[in-house]
C-alpha cells in the first residue's frame, strides 16, 4: 500500500514536467510546420506565375479539361473582326442615317495612340493599378481577396485587365464568376500575356466592356452618353463611362436597390446618387494614384454634383434599320458581307428629304381613303408604299409599307401585286416595237429616229370595242369592261394609241396585245427587268395585255427604260461597300481596291434594251395620260388636284373657287415641261378594286437626262378578297376607287417637291436619251428577218398585220388555249 502511494506521489511529481516537455516539442514542431508553410506560400506567392506555367506546360490538355477553357480561343484576339463593330450607312453627303450592329453595338478604337490618355488613367485607376508591373495576375489582390473571403466580409475585385480579357474570352462578360471560372481566368491571363505586349492588351481592353445602353467599348459608350468623341470628354465625363464598367447600364435602371421605391421620379433619383458615388470613386482613385491633383479633383467632383446628370444625353434609338428602306440594304448585303461586325461604310443612294416627301404622299393616300371608308372592318389590312427611282436605276427613296415597326413586310421590294392598267405600258412597248421592226425593214428606210417614231405612231392604231374573254370549259365567258365616265362613249372604234393608252381603254389594249402577241408581251416584260419568279409566272393569257397577273411593284421602275432613251433600269439602293476607306465591290486593273465610291461614280454601264425609236415612239404615248386633255387618267396633274382631298367627293365642290384655286397644286406643260405617266386599277372577279397604282416620269435638266425620276405609287388590302371600297367597276354605289382617285391628289405634293427643292419640272424640260456607255442613239436600220416581225405562237390568238385579231368581228370572242384568268379585269 505504502509502495503505491509513494509511485503516485512520483508521477504527480513528474506529470507537469513531461506535459511541458511534450509541449514543448508540438508546439517546436508548430512553428516549424507554419515556417514551412510560410516559406512554400512565400515561395509560391513568389513564382506563382511560374509554377501555374511549368505545371500548364505538362498538363495543359488536363487543365483545359477540368477548368472548361480552350488556349485556341486566344487567337481569335488577333481577329479583326473578333471585335464586333457596327456598319454605318451613310448618304452621299457623308451623313449618318443607320447603323448596323451584332449585339456587341462597338466603334473600334485600332491605334493604341487613338486611346484618350485620361481613359488610360481611369481605367487602371480603377481596374487593375499594377498593370505595368504584374505579368497578368495581381498577387496582392489575390491575397487581399483570399483573407476577406476567409474573414466574410465584402468580396473585393482581383481580376487584372488580362484577367477581363480572358473573362471575355470565354463569354462571360456581364456574369458572375464561380471560384472554378476565375481559376481558368487566371491560367488563360497568363497564357494570354506570353502572346501580346502591354500595349495591345490594352488596345483589346479599351475594346472590349459593356456600358449598357447596348454599347461595348470607351468609344461607342462616350457617344451614346454624351453624344461625342471619347478624346472630347471631360473629366467627369471619363470617369463616368469608367465607372459603368462595374455596374453597366445603371443609369437608365428601371428598378432601384431600394424596393420601397416605386415612382419613376425616386428610381430614376435613386440610381443617377448610385451612379454618381461610383464616379467619385474613380476620382478618388484617381487622386490617391497621383494621376490627378487636388485641383483637377475638386473641380471635377464638383461638376458630378452641379451638371454632370444633365451632360447625359437622353437614351437614344437603338442601332439598326428604322425604315423598309434601310431593311433593304441590311437584307441585300447581310449574306456577302459581316455586315453585323465588320465595321461597314455603306453609302446609299437615298435622298433623305425625297424619302420624307414619299412618305408623307403615301401617308396622305391613306388618310384620305380611310376618311372615305371609317366603317371597313378590313381597314387594319390596308397596306401602301411608293418609290423613286432615277433613270440611271438609283433608288432615291423607297416607301416599303405602312408603318414600319408594325409592319417589316416590304411589300414594294419584295411582294407580289396585280399591276392593272400600268402593265398597259409592256403592252403597247410591245407593239411599238413591232411596228417599228416594220418600219425599219420597209423601203426606203428612214434616216433618224424622229422620223421612224413619227411612222411608228402613225401605224399605231387600235380598235376599241367590246371582248369576249373564255372562262373555260362551260363556264362561258367574260365581257372585258372599259373604265369611262359618264361624258366618255364606252367604246371609239379604230383610236390611236395615244387615245387608247391616255384613256387606258381596256378592250383596246386586249387587241394591242393580241396584235404584238403576248409572247412577245411577255419576253418584253422579263427583258426590262420583271423579275422571273416561278410562283408568279407572266401567264400567256389575253388578259395578261390588261395587267391579270403579278408583278414585283419596285420592279416597274425599269418601265423607265421607254423614257430614258432605251437603257436597262435596275434599282439599286447603294453606291458601295467599304472598309478602312476601301470598296469591297471594286477593284482596278491591279487587283486592288479601288476607293470607297461614296457619291456613286462607279456605274455598271446600262445595257440598251430597245432601238431608240421604241423610247421615242413611247414617250409620246406616255405623255398622253396627261395631255390628251380632260379625258386623261391622269390629266388633273396638268389642270390642279387639291392634296388630301377626295377629287371625287362633295367636299371639293363646296370650297370657293378662289379657296379652290389657291389651295391647287398644278403642273401645266408651260411651267412644267414635259411629264409622262400611267394610272393603273386592279379588279377582282366581281370588279371590286383590289389594288391601285400611279406610274410618273419626269425628265431630268436638259444637261443631265440620267437625273430624270420614275415614282411610283401602290395601295391594296393583304388579300384580294379584301377590296378596296365597295363599289365595282360596273355598277354600284358612288365611285369606284381607282389610281386617279386615290393617287394623283397625294402625287402631287412630291412633284411640288422635286419642282421646288430639286430643279425638276421647269419649263422647257423633255425626255432625252441618256448617252451612258457611248451609246448612240442611233441604231442600224437593217432590215429585219421575218422572223422579228412574227408575233409568235400565242394563246391569246395569232394576228396578222392588223390591228384585229384574224377572224375577230368587232363584237367578237378573243379565243384562247387554256380558261383566262379574267378575275383581274383592269382600268384606270
Not at 505538362?58 to 477548368?67: F, G, M, R, S, T
Not at 462616350?222 to 470617369?239: E, H, I, N, T, W
Not at 478618388?284 to 475638386?298: G, K, N, P, R, W
Not at 440611271?392 to 409592319?407: I, S
Request: proline fraction near 6%.
Amino acid at each position: 500500500m505504502e509502495g503505491a502511494n509513494r509511485k503516485l506521489k512520483l508521477f504527480l511529481f513528474t506529470l507537469p514536467w513531461v506535459v511541458v516537455r511534450s509541449f514543448g516539442r508540438m508546439a517546436r514542431r508548430f512553428f516549424v510546420a507554419i515556417g514551412v508553410v510560410t516559406a512554400l506560400a512565400v515561395l509560391v506567392y513568389v513564382e506563382l506565375e511560374e509554377i501555374i506555367e511549368t505545371i500548364d506546360s505538362h498538363y495543359a490538355k488536363e487543365i483545359d479539361a477540368y477548368l472548361d477553357i480552350d488556349r485556341s480561343a486566344i487567337a481569335r484576339l488577333r481577329d479583326r473582326a473578333y471585335f464586333a463593330q457596327q456598319s454605318m450607312f451613310v448618304t452621299e453627303d457623308l451623313k449618318t442615317v443607320a447603323c448596323i450592329s451584332s449585339p456587341e453595338h462597338r466603334i473600334l478604337i485600332d491605334d493604341v495612340a487613338g486611346i484618350p490618355p485620361l481613359f488610360v488613367s481611369a481605367i487602371l485607376a480603377s481596374e487593375d493599378k499594377n498593370f505595368f508591373k504584374h505579368e497578368g495576375i495581381d498577387k496582392a489582390a489575390i491575397m487581399r481577396a483570399l483573407i476577406k473571403r476567409m474573414l466574410q466580409e465584402s468580396r473585393s475585385g482581383a481580376s487584372t485587365l488580362t484577367m477581363q480579357i480572358a473573362k471575355h474570352l470565354r463569354g462571360g462578360t456581364g456574369h458572375a464568376s464561380t471560384e472554378l471560372e476565375k481559376i481558368g481566368d487566371i491560367v488563360m491571363a497568363l497564357r494570354i500575356e506570353r502572346e501580346f505586349s502591354r500595349q495591345e492588351l490594352l488596345l483589346k481592353y479599351v475594346n472590349m466592356p459593356y456600358f449598357g445602353r447596348g454599347q461595348y467599348g470607351i468609344e461607342a459608350a462616350s457617344r451614346a452618353y454624351f453624344g461625342k468623341p471619347a478624346k472630347d470628354l471631360a473629366l467627369p465625363q471619363v470617369a463616368f463611362i469608367v465607372a459603368l464598367i462595374n455596374k453597366p447600364a445603371l443609369p437608365d435602371r428601371s428598378f432601384a436597390t431600394d424596393p420601397l421605391l416605386s415612382t419613376r421620379e425616386q428610381i430614376d433619383d435613386a440610381n443617377w446618387a448610385e451612379t454618381a458615388r461610383g464616379t467619385i470613386r474613380v476620382l478618388d482613385l484617381m487622386l490617391d494614384q497621383d494621376v490627378i491633383d487636388d485641383v483637377e479633383y475638386a473641380r471635377a467632383a464638383n461638376l458630378v454634383e452641379k451638371s454632370l446628370r444633365k451632360d447625359v444625353i437622353p437614351r437614344g434609338a437603338s442601332c439598326g434599320t428604322h425604315d423598309h428602306f434601310l431593311e433593304r440594304v441590311r437584307v441585300l448585303y447581310k449574306d456577302r458581307f459581316p455586315i453585323n461586325k465588320g465595321g461597314l461604310t455603306i453609302s446609299i443612294t437615298r435622298d433623305d428629304a425625297l424619302q420624307n416627301a414619299l412618305a408623307r404622299a403615301v401617308d396622305l393616300t391613306l388618310s384620305t381613303y380611310l376618311a372615305r371608308h371609317p366603317a371597313d372592318t378590313d381597314n387594319d389590312q390596308l397596306r401602301a408604299g411608293a418609290f423613286a427611282v432615277d433613270f440611271t436605276g438609283d433608288v432615291l427613296a423607297e416607301v416599303g409599307n405602312v408603318d414600319f415597326k408594325q409592319m417589316k413586310y416590304d411589300v414594294i421590294a419584295t411582294g407580289w401585286r396585280q399591276p392593272g392598267s400600268t402593265f398597259k405600258i409592256f403592252t403597247y412597248g410591245s407593239l411599238v416595237e413591232r411596228l417599228t421592226k416594220e418600219v425599219l425593214a420597209a423601203e426606203p428606210p428612214s434616216e433618224s429616229v424622229a422620223a421612224i417614231a413619227a411612222k411608228v405612231l402613225e401605224r399605231c392604231t387600235v380598235l376599241d370595242a367590246p371582248v369576249f374573254v373564255p372562262l373555260g370549259r362551260g363556264r362561258g365567258v367574260k365581257k372585258i369592261e372599259n373604265f369611262h365616265s359618264r361624258s366618255e362613249p364606252q367604246y371609239r372604234g379604230d383610236i390611236s394609241c395615244r387615245i387608247a393608252l391616255g384613256e387606258s381603254r381596256n378592250t383596246a389594249a386586249m387587241r394591242a396585245g393580241a396584235r404584238a402577241g403576248i409572247k412577245n408581251v411577255i419576253d418584253l416584260t422579263y427583258r426590262l427587268g420583271i423579275p422571273r419568279d416561278p410562283k408568279h409566272a407572266l401567264q400567256p393569257y389575253p388578259t395578261t395585255a390588261i395587267g391579270a397577273s403579278e408583278v414585283n411593284p419596285l420592279s416597274m421602275a425599269s418601265t423607265a427604260a421607254f423614257l430614258n432613251g432605251g437603257f436597262r433600269v435596275t434599282p439599286r439602293f447603294a453606291n458601295d461597300v467599304c472598309r478602312d476607306g476601301k470598296s469591297l465591290l471594286y477593284t482596278g486593273g491591279d487587283g486592288r481596291a479601288k476607293d470607297c465610291d461614296i457619291k456613286g461614280e462607279i456605274r455598271p454601264t446600262q445595257e440598251r434594251l430597245m432601238h431608240p425609236a421604241v423610247s421615242a415612239a413611247m414617250i409620246e404615248l406616255l405623255k398622253s395620260p396627261l395631255d390628251i386633255g380632260p379625258t386623261g387618267t391622269a390629266s388633273s396633274l396638268r389642270t390642279g388636284v387639291i392634296p388630301g382631298m377626295d377629287p371625287l367627293g362633295d367636299a371639293i365642290w363646296k370650297l370657293k373657287p378662289d379657296d379652290r384655286k389657291k389651295r391647287a397644286l398644278a403642273f401645266p406643260f408651260d411651267h412644267a415641261g414635259e411629264i409622262a405617266g400611267k394610272t393603273g386599277t386592279a379588279t377582282n372577279a366581281d370588279g371590286k378594286t383590289s389594288d391601285v397604282w400611279l406610274l410618273l416620269f419626269l425628265p431630268g435638266p436638259p444637261e443631265h437626262p440620267d437625273k430624270g425620276v420614275v415614282l411610283g405609287f401602290w395601295m391594296g388590302k393583304d388579300s384580294k378578297a379584301h377590296p378596296l371600297g365597295s363599289r365595282g367597276a360596273t355598277g354600284g354605289p358612288g365611285f369606284a376607287e381607282s389610281g386617279a382617285r386615290n393617287w394623283v391628289h397625294s402625287a402631287a405634293t412630291v412633284l411640288a417637291f422635286v419642282q421646288k427643292e430639286r430643279g425638276l419640272l421647269r419649263p422647257g424640260y423633255k425626255f432625252q436619251p441618256i448617252m451612258t456607255g457611248g451609246a448612240s442613239a442611233k441604231l442600224s436600220a437593217k432590215k429585219p428577218s421575218p422572223r422579228d416581225l412574227t408575233p409568235g405562237a400565242t394563246r391569246g390568238g395569232d394576228v396578222e398585220g392588223s390591228d384585229r385579231p384574224r377572224g375577230v368581228s368587232a363584237s367578237a370572242k378573243v379565243r384562247s388555249g387554256p380558261p383566262s384568268p379574267a378575275h383581274a379585269s383592269s382600268s384606270r
